[in-house]
C-alpha cells in the first residue's frame, strides 16, 4: 500500500491475485480506480470475492500479490464495516473521540463534526450510553458517524444500507453525495442493487473472484448482452 501526492480522492486497486492461503487465490486480476468524486458500487453474489477485495485493499491478506495506491498527502481513508467494532466499556461519545485522536483531528473540530453527525442520524440523545447496549441499526449508525467525521480523501464503505431505517437511509445517501461534491472518492460494496444503480457512478462486477464488467450502468449492459432498458439487476442476473 503506498501514497502519492497528488491526486486525492483517488483510489487505483491492481491485485494479481490475493487469498486466505498462498495455494488457493481467491481473488484474480481486480483492478479498477475510483476518481476523486466519484462513488463506484462493488456488486457481486455471495462469495464473489467484494469482502477479499476490500480486505486486501485494507491490507488485511496476508496472501496478496499486486497493489493498491492510495491518492492525496494524506492517503487518509475511512472504512465504514458492516459488522460494528464496538469496545464493551466505552460511551458512544467516548468511540468518537478514540477515533478523532487516532486521526489527530482536534478537539473543536471533534465535537462540532461529532454534534453535527450524532444530529443527522439521530443518536445526540444517547450520546453518553454504551453502544454495545444499542440496536443493530444504531451501531450501524455509529460506524457511519466515525466514518464521516474523519472527512477523509477516500471512503471504503462494506454494505451500508442492511439494517438502516428509511430514513437513516435517506440521511446516508445524502452524506455520500455531499461527500463526492467535497472531492472525495468511495468504493461501496452493496447487495442493494435498485439503490447501487440510482446512486453509483459506475460499479465493478464480481463474480468467482474475477471482474465479470466494469463501467457506467450503459457499459454493464453491453457487456452484459442486455437492452438499453435493463436494469442493474437484470445484468447481474444475466452475468452470474
Ligand atoms: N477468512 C477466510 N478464510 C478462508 N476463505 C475465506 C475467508 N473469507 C472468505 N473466504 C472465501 O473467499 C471467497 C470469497 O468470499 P468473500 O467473503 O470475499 O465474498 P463476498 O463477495 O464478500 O460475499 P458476501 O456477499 O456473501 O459477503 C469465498 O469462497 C469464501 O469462502
Not at 477515533?99 to 442520524?121: K, N, P, V, W, Y
Not at 468504493?187 to 459506475?202: F, K, N, Q
Not at 465479470?212 to 452470474?240: H, I, K, N, S, W
Request: hydrophobic fraction near 40%; aromatic fraction near 8%.
Amino acid at each position: 500500500m503506498s501514497t502519492n501526492t497528488e491526486e486525492s480522492g483517488r483510489l487505483n486497486v491492481a491485485i494479481r491475485q490475493a487469498g486466505y492461503d498462498a495455494q488457493a487465490p481467491v481473488i484474480r486480476d481486480v483492478a479498477f480506480e475510483v476518481r476523486a468524486g466519484e462513488l463506484v458500487g462493488l456488486i457481486g453474489p455471495n462469495g464473489a470475492g467484494k469482502s477479499t477485495t476490500i480486505k486486501s485493499i485494507l491490507g488485511l491478506l496476508k496472501h496478496l500479490e499486486g497493489e493498491v495506491v492510495f491518492g492525496g498527502a494524506s492517503g487518509r481513508y475511512a472504512y465504514v464495516p458492516e459488522q460494528p467494532v464496538m469496545y464493551e466499556a466505552f460511551t458512544l461519545w467516548e468511540h468518537l473521540r478514540l477515533a478523532a485522536s487516532a486521526f489527530g483531528i482536534d478537539e473543536q473540530t471533534f465535537a462540532s463534526r461529532a454534534d453535527r453527525l450524532l444530529g443527522t442520524f439521530r443518536l445526540t440523545n444517547v450520546k453518553h450510553e454504551l453502544p454495545v447496549t444499542f440496536s443493530k441499526g444504531m451501531q450501524q449508525k455509529l460506524m457511519l458517524i466515525i466514518g464521516f467525521m474523519l472527512e477523509p480523501d477516500i471512503y471504503i464503505v462494506d454494505e451500508p444500507f442492511i439494517g438502516l431505517d428509511p430514513r437513516a437511509t435517506k440521511d446516508l445517501l445524502d452524506l455520500l453525495d455531499m461527500e463526492r461534491q467535497r472531492g472525495a472518492g468511495i468504493l461501496m460494496s452493496t447487495h442493494v442493487l435498485d439503490t447501487a444503480e440510482r446512486i453509483c457512478d459506475r460499479f465493478i462486477l464480481l463474480d468467482q473472484g474475477s471482474v465479470m464488467a466494469e463501467g457506467t450502468l450503459p457499459r454493464v449492459r453491453e457487456q452484459a448482452g442486455c437492452p438499453a432498458d435493463a436494469t442493474l439487476f437484470d445484468c447481474f442476473y444475466a452475468l452470474t
